[in-house]
């Protein structure tokens, strides 16, 4: 069955620590990837999204992933963090051409201390 | 102003009784679906709609009913909760992409908190 997953379920940082959350998915087919966030008591935001072209994508508030289609990742960065960068984030594929069924990862909580 | 709203943001019923959460969008998107949010589970897929008319079963479907008579609405219906129904519920919407599922940005509802004694 295809699945996602996300290797780190809690991640503690330092402010302007690097930041690397990992993201593998099981599909041998065509996928839309994304990145989503969830601020404490809020809902999903859109981080990123890569759908086809450079395997680079960058996002909002300083946020970038890159799609390695052999290794089955789409990988989020951000080169320093900030306090404000603590939520939880999810990663999520779409299967194409398989209707719109979107399987997401189970979530890292990032805390980022000041 | 474009958004999805859920209704109600809090419930709490009892075992059998029947209960619609009711979401609605007003950005005439195609796509529309209900997830479950849990504890160390992530968000899971209930289901999700292409059109009016059209649904099909997410990850997690069972217990759960849903309709897309309008394009806007999109209720999730419980028939007969039980408490491992106890969860948040997140309804979005956007725009059908290529694939037919979700296009550009999936603009998400605020969630309501179901408990189910």
């Known amino acids: 069955a295809q699945s996602v997953s996300q290797h780190n379920h809690h991640v503690i940082l330092s402010e302007a620590a690097s930041l690397e959350l990992g993201c593998n998915y099981s599909y041998g087919g065509t996928v839309n990837l994304f990145w989503y966030v969830q601020y404490p008591g809020q809902h999903l935001q859109l981080l990123l999204k890569?759908?086809?072209?450079?395997?680079l994508v960058k996002g909002i508030k300083g946020f970038e992933a890159e799609f390695i289609k052999s290794k089955f990742s789409f990988n989020l960065r951000k080169p320093s963090v900030q306090w404000s960068d603590t939520a939880e984030y999810f990663c999520?594929?779409?299967?194409?051409?398989?209707?719109?069924?979107?399987?997401f990862g189970q979530g890292t909580e990032l805390s980022v201390k000041p | 102003e474009a958004q999805v709203t859920q209704n109600p943001r809090y419930l709490i019923t009892v075992t059998g009784k029947k209960l619609t959460v009711t979401c609605s969008q007003n950005m005439n998107h195609e796509y529309m679906s209900w997830y479950r949010q849990d504890p160390g589970l992530g968000l899971r897929q209930i289901y999700y709609s292409m059109n009016v008319e059209v649904t099909d079963k997410g990850d997690v479907p069972e217990g759960y009913k849903v309709s897309r008579k309008e394009k806007r609405n999109f209720p999730l219906i419980l028939e007969s909760p039980s408490p491992n129904q106890t969860s948040l519920y997140f309804c979005a919407s956007s725009l059908a992409g290529t694939s037919g599922g979700p296009g550009e940005t999936q603009y998400f509802g605020p969630g309501t908190r179901l408990l189910v004694l």
């Open positions: 890569y759908f086809s072209g450079d395997p």
């Open positions: 999520a594929v779409l299967l194409y051409n398989q209707g719109g069924k979107l399987i």
